[in-house]
């Protein structure tokens, strides 16, 4: 089992920045994918950023192309999101996820472990 829980969000201004921090334990892997998906009210869950086990493969949801960007530090085992020029519609919960694959994943159902969540509000 791999554990993962989420840590950074918060409030921020339309325009503003935040980090966000996954901590993995148990049986992690350095060659699993990991990612993040959010989830607005009412909306359905949503991929975001994902990253392979190197870290050599990354790959974005359009609509934060550009504002947001996905790393990990495997010698730590955290997964970090740097989300710049955070629009309203970024007002979500984030959730950190990891599969046992090496590859990335845009469906919830291809990732096999989760976190508890961590809200991020984004004010205009």
């Known amino acids: 089992q791999v554990q993962l829980v989420e840590s950074g969000g918060g409030l921020a201004q339309a325009g503003g920045s935040l980090r966000l921090s996954c901590a993995a334990s148990g049986r992690t892997s350095s060659s699993q994918a990991m990612g993040w998906f959010r989830q607005a009210p009412g909306k359905e869950r949503e991929f975001v950023a994902g990253i392979g086990g190197s870290g050599a493969t990354i790959y974005y949801v359009d609509s934060v192309k550009g504002r947001f960007t996905i790393s990990r530090d495997n010698a730590k085992n955290t997964l970090y999101l740097q989300m710049n020029r955070l629009q309203p519609e970024d007002t979500a919960v984030y959730y950190c996820?990891?599969?046992?694959?090496?590859?990335?994943?845009?469906?919830?159902?291809?990732?096999?472990?989760w976190g508890q969540g961590t809200q991020v509000t984004v004010s205009s």
């Open positions: 996820t990891a599969r046992r694959g090496i590859g990335i994943r845009t469906t919830m159902n291809e990732y096999d472990y």
